[in-house]
């Protein structure tokens, strides 16, 4: 890529509006020379004042709510986050009492059908005479003296 030493030069007199109309006061005599003689400092002016422009003439045209508004906007904005903050934990808790349910739900099942227990054990390779047993009670400790 061609460069030219006096680029960085040529763009702050642009950007900082030193180009053209107070290069008298801002930049030397040798800058607007170097800029006529140069053809990449040229293409730079051209460019970097198309755009200068541009952005001059956008924040010229851009409309700014009033300060009312503005203050209307953040309170809605504010109340909602918080409802959402405060919504948070009790869907936290209602997938919580969803998964207990279908738990349970599936545990009742599989204590009331054989084919659930036949094919639990068969799963997990658990010995059927301890699935099916209808003993639910808790083994107890026969060595307590």
């Known amino acids: 890529m061609i460069e030219c030493a006096r680029e960085a030069e040529v763009l702050d007199a642009v950007t900082f509006r030193r180009w053209p109309r107070h290069?008298?006061?801002g930049c030397d005599e040798g800058l607007r020379t170097h800029v006529a003689a140069c053809a990449i400092c040229a293409d730079l002016v051209e460019v970097a004042r198309?755009?200068?422009d541009d952005r001059e003439s956008a924040c010229r045209d851009a409309r700014v709510p009033a300060a009312g508004q503005v203050w209307w906007r953040a309170t809605i904005r504010a109340r909602a986050d918080a409802a959402h903050t405060a919504a948070e934990p009790?869907?936290?808790?209602?997938?919580?009492?969803g998964a207990c349910l279908v738990g349970a739900a599936a545990g009742r099942i599989g204590l009331k059908s054989p084919a659930v227990i036949n094919a639990m054990s068969a799963l997990f390779r658990i010995e059927?005479?301890?699935?099916?047993s209808s003993d639910t009670r808790m083994p107890s400790n026969s060595s307590t003296s």
Do not use: M
């Open 23 to 25: 290069c008298d006061e």
């Open 50 to 52: 198309a755009l200068h």
């Open 90 to 97: 009790i869907t936290v808790l209602q997938g919580i009492a």
């Open 128 to 132: 059927s005479s301890c699935v099916t």
